[in-house]
C-alpha cells in the first residue's frame, strides 16, 4: 500500500484549534480520510476528501489538501475534551477501495 | 452511512485454538473487509471479503491462517485459526455499497494466551 505518514501527537487546550497533519505518497487521484478512534471504540469516519479538492468544510472540522505537497491536515476548531482520541489519516487510490493507514495522531484536550 | 455490529466484541482465547469473528451490516453491500490492528499500532488490511467467491488476501495474510466467508451480501466472518500471542489485536470488518464512504465495525479484541 502507499505510505501514510503522521505525527503521533499533539497536545490542545480546551477551546483553541488543533490542527492535524498528514502526509501520503500516491501521486495518482485519490481520496483521503479521516477517521476517529475513541478508546475501546471503533473507527469513525469524520470526513473524506478527493484528490481534486482543496478544501472541505463541515461544521467544526477543515480539511485542507495541497495536492503539490502530498499534505493533508484536519483542523478541529474550538477543540473540546470529547476531541481526545486518535485520529488516523488514510488514504485509497481511485477505483481501489482499499484503505492504507497512517500511524494515528493521539489528541489530547488539556483544561 | 452502514450500521456494522461484530461478535464478539472481545474473547481471551488459548494458543492453538482458532476463534471466528462474526460481521454483520444493516444493509447490502458490495464489499466487506477485514482489517488487523496491533496494540498500539494502525490498521492493516487482511484482506477482501467477496460475495460468491474466495477472499482476496494481502501480501502477508494467507487463508489457512485466516479463512473468510461471505454467503451474502449483508454478512461475513474471518476465522482466526491456530492462534498464538502475536495474534492478540483488534479485528475490524469494514464495509462500502461502492461509495468512497468507507464505515467499519465496532472492532473485535483478541487476547491471546
Known amino acids: 500500500g502507499e505510505d501514510v505518514e503522521q505525527s503521533l501527537f499533539l497536545s490542545v487546550r480546551e477551546g483553541d484549534s488543533s490542527v492535524i497533519n498528514c502526509t501520503y505518497t500516491d501521486s495518482s487521484s485519490t481520496y483521503l480520510y479521516w477517521y476517529k478512534q475513541e478508546p475501546g471504540a471503533g473507527l469513525q469516519l469524520l470526513t473524506y476528501i478527493f484528490s481534486n479538492m482543496d478544501m472541505k468544510q463541515d461544521q467544526r472540522l477543515t480539511v485542507l489538501l495541497n495536492k503539490k505537497d502530498k499534505h493533508l491536515s484536519l483542523r478541529i476548531a474550538d477543540t473540546q475534551t470529547g476531541d481526545s482520541a486518535i485520529y488516523f489519516c488514510?488514504?485509497?487510490?481511485?477505483?481501489?477501495?482499499?484503505?492504507?493507514f497512517g500511524a494515528g495522531t493521539t489528541v489530547t484536550v488539556r483544561a | 452511512s452502514a450500521v456494522i455490529s461484530q461478535k464478539p466484541s472481545r474473547d481471551i482465547c488459548q494458543r492453538g485454538t482458532s476463534l471466528t469473528i462474526q460481521c454483520q451490516v444493516d444493509?447490502?453491500?458490495?464489499?466487506m473487509f477485514w482489517y488487523r490492528q496491533q496494540p498500539g499500532q494502525s490498521l492493516t488490511l487482511i484482506a477482501t471479503a467477496n460475495q460468491g467467491s474466495e477472499a482476496t488476501y494481502e501480501s502477508g495474510f494467507v487463508i489457512d491462517k485466516f479463512p473468510i466467508s461471505r454467503p451474502n451480501l449483508t454478512f461475513s466472518t474471518l476465522t482466526v485459526s491456530n492462534m498464538s500471542p502475536e495474534d492478540s489485536s483488534i479485528y475490524l470488518c469494514s464495509t462500502t455499497s461502492g461509495t468512497y464512504e468507507q464505515y467499519f465495525g465496532p472492532g473485535t479484541r483478541l487476547t491471546v494466551t
Open positions: 444493509s447490502q453491500v458490495t464489499m
Open positions: 488514510a488514504e485509497s487510490p481511485l477505483n481501489d477501495y482499499k484503505l492504507s
